[in-house]
């Protein structure tokens, strides 16, 4: 007699890869705009992996769009940096620039970040974010390798038809769309014309009731053989909404990837400036780049600034190189920097970067210090390409004694910018304990042509006996303000155990807060007193963070495994459910060494537990009786149990 055993495998493999990425949210500064995204990244990502950018749908964000798409959840094993950019008032420029200009901005980002490869960038949008895409096409023939459209079309029609070379592209529309309905926009029409017109695909393919890795079914059509190999698929699905779905996300995915920019063009990219770096009139900047080329060797490098070219680099023989070249003196403003590589071929690739040149502020004063009639004035500035000849006047003196007014003239020691420019008194005049407002006039710069005057005012108060702990005062603020974040961050009941080290803490806190003198030595003495008593504060607080994370991840392997006989698991998952009972109590845990060695015990029971999934297939139904059981002794059993056992020389979990 036949037995018939319908046996539901749990790969609990999915499981354990949860949260095998990063998430972040960056922001960047697009034409004086700052616009902000959702990036995620694979725990582990190879250089040069792809990006795929995402465009959400009008009145919604990032964060819908990634819930809804889970597109994301593919980064750790297909490898690739996945955006989701968030448009303005939740919503696009579908008529413009603005928007064209944050994706362009995005993959420069990117580059610069995570070193992504610029020949595999796709770009999927949802809704008014794919209307965008359409839009947007033929101004990113040269960024994008494939589109990814869905559920919607550009709102000025065949925007498509701009495009100078053909594309790559998969549309996915669902047949019951409320918005974008699918008949009354001509859907099909629009991509299909795409495909012949655009493209001239010569081959065509109907799948019927076809069936995406994601659950989703509908008609499949393929449009193939088009100029330059390019294809464009249309997946028109079964379904009466209007929502990015994440059933059509491996379809999308697997679509894009398996398409380039000319791999056999050259890469460049732009190592230096940054972005995020900031920079100020009359400094130099260094533009460096870097060009390879796959299938030959780079010829020539230039550098463009703002449209004109400053440097070629010529007879390069080399398959990966690196040029720099010094910008000197570049004016306040906005400036382009475009970089361009061509290979023995003749092939080319480019790359821009817009930075900012800010305005500089000649002179930013410190707290000055006064010691034997003296000012000691430490002045830094934006630009050390500045010489000055100084006049510093006080002015507005309340003298301390006397109480009435006066004007005392100090002058620089010597010409010239240093880190600390010391000011005395002019012969015979007499400073004391007061506030002073300095001006400063700066009369030269560095081609000793006068500039303009530019007046710096800066109100102090000296004070022969306190000015000397005026630098002692930083630190010590630094270290009493640190005590006061970490106790409040660990003022939870997850902490417990650290209530005496929180107790020594908060009474140095209330000792300290408000603390002046007039003695460097007791502004040290201060400052060690809140580092020593913060410094095991932070070590049980990291400890307590690890053991808590630990205990988290305990339970919920204990729960995936609830069912599972421990002939079954040799007994280490009743190791594992005993030691999670003993360390269930957060009050049993008194000191770092116990902590410590409470995280060791449990990982090592928890590391044999997740030992028992290596190596378990994927079995979706047995039938027949035929098969030779055993348990994980090796035993032969006669029935499967519940648990983990090995059918036909396989590791299978049976629930």
């Not at 529309?173 to 010569?202: P, Q, T």
């Not at 894009?256 to 050259?266: F, V």
Request: net charge neutral.
């Amino acid at each position: 007699m036949k037995l018939k055993l319908f046996t539901t495998i749990l790969l609990l493999c999915t499981f354990f890869q949860s949260y095998a990425y990063k998430k972040q949210s960056i922001n960047i500064n697009v034409n004086g705009q700052t616009r902000s995204m959702v990036v995620f990244t694979p725990n582990s990502l190879p250089e040069n992996s792809p990006l795929f950018i995402v465009t959400h749908g009008m009145n919604q964000d990032p964060e819908y769009q990634l819930g809804a798409d889970k597109m994301y959840e593919l980064i750790d094993t297909a490898k690739f940096v996945i955006a989701y950019l968030a448009g303005i008032d939740k919503s696009w420029d579908t008529g413009g620039t603005r928007d064209l200009n944050f994706v362009s901005k995005t993959i420069e980002e990117m580059v610069t970040k995570y070193n992504i490869d610029t020949n595999r960038v796709y770009w999927s949008g949802f809704s008014m974010g794919s209307a965008l895409i359409y839009h947007g096409m033929a101004d990113m023939l040269d960024k994008i390798a494939a589109f990814a459209p869905t559920s919607g079309i550009a709102f000025g029609g065949k925007e498509w038809q701009r495009c100078s070379k053909p594309v790559n592209v998969i549309h996915c529309h669902a047949y019951g769309d409320d918005v974008f309905k699918y008949d009354e926009w001509n859907i099909r029409d629009y991509v299909k014309s795409l495909a012949l017109e655009l493209d001239e695909c010569k081959t065509y393919k109907m799948t019927k009731n076809y069936r995406t890795l994601g659950g989703n079914t509908g008609d499949r059509e393929i449009w193939s053989d088009g100029k330059n190999g390019t294809m464009v698929e249309l997946f028109s699905y079964n379904a009466n909404w209007h929502n990015p779905s994440s059933g059509n996300s491996k379809e999308i995915w697997n679509f894009c990837k398996r398409y380039s920019l000319d791999p056999n063009i050259p890469n460049v990219k732009i190592l230096s400036p940054l972005v995020t770096d900031t920079y100020t009139y009359l400094d130099t900047i260094k533009v460096e780049a870097r060009a390879y080329d796959k299938d030959g060797t780079i010829k020539m490098i230039q550098i463009y600034l703002d449209g004109s070219m400053r440097k070629a680099f010529r007879d390069i023989t080399a398959k990966d190189t690196i040029v720099s070249y010094d910008w000197a003196n570049p004016k306040a403003g906005s400036h382009t920097i475009r970089v361009v590589a061509t290979d023995n071929d003749n092939k080319k690739k480019e790359m821009s970067r817009t930075i900012t040149v800010e305005n500089p502020v000649p002179i930013v004063m410190t707290e000055a210090c006064y010691e034997n009639n003296s000012f000691d004035l430490p002045l830094t500035t934006n630009s050390f390409r500045y010489a000055f000849d100084l006049k510093v006047e006080a002015e507005n003196i309340v003298a301390y004694m006397t109480g009435t007014a006066g004007r005392v003239e100090l002058k620089a020691e010597e010409t010239g910018l240093s880190n600390v420019i010391t000011l005395k008194p002019v012969e015979g005049a007499e400073i004391q304990e007061g506030t002073y407002t300095l001006n400063i006039t700066k009369m030269k710069d560095e081609r000793g042509v006068t500039a303009s005057t530019i007046k710096f005012t800066y109100t102090f108060g000296v004070s022969e006996t306190s000015a000397a702990a005026v630098k002692y005062k930083k630190p010590f603020n630094e270290a009493l303000q640190k005590a006061k974040d970490l106790y409040a961050a660990t003022a939870d009941t997850t902490y417990n155990s650290a209530e005496k080290l929180r107790a020594t803490l908060k009474g140095l806190i209330d000792q300290y807060d408000g603390f002046a003198s007039t003695s460097p030595t007791a502004y040290e003495e201060a400052t060690t007193a809140l580092s020593e008593a913060t410094e095991p504060l932070v070590t049980r607080k990291q400890n307590l963070d690890d053991y808590f994370t630990l205990i988290a991840q305990v339970d919920q392997v204990i729960a995936q495994f609830a069912d599972i006989e421990s002939v079954s698991s040799n007994g280490a998952y009743e190791r594992l459910v005993k030691a999670r009972s003993y360390y269930s109590a957060a009050s049993k845990i008194k000191d770092d060494k116990q902590i410590l060695n409470s995280i060791k015990q449990l990982t090592s029971y928890l590391d044999k537990v997740l030992a028992l999934t290596d190596g378990i297939n994927e079995i979706n139904m047995v039938k027949e009786a035929n098969h030779r059981y055993f348990n994980l002794q090796g035993q032969s059993i006669n029935a499967l149990r519940k648990g983990i056992n090995i059918i036909d020389g396989k590791k299978v979990l049976v629930k």
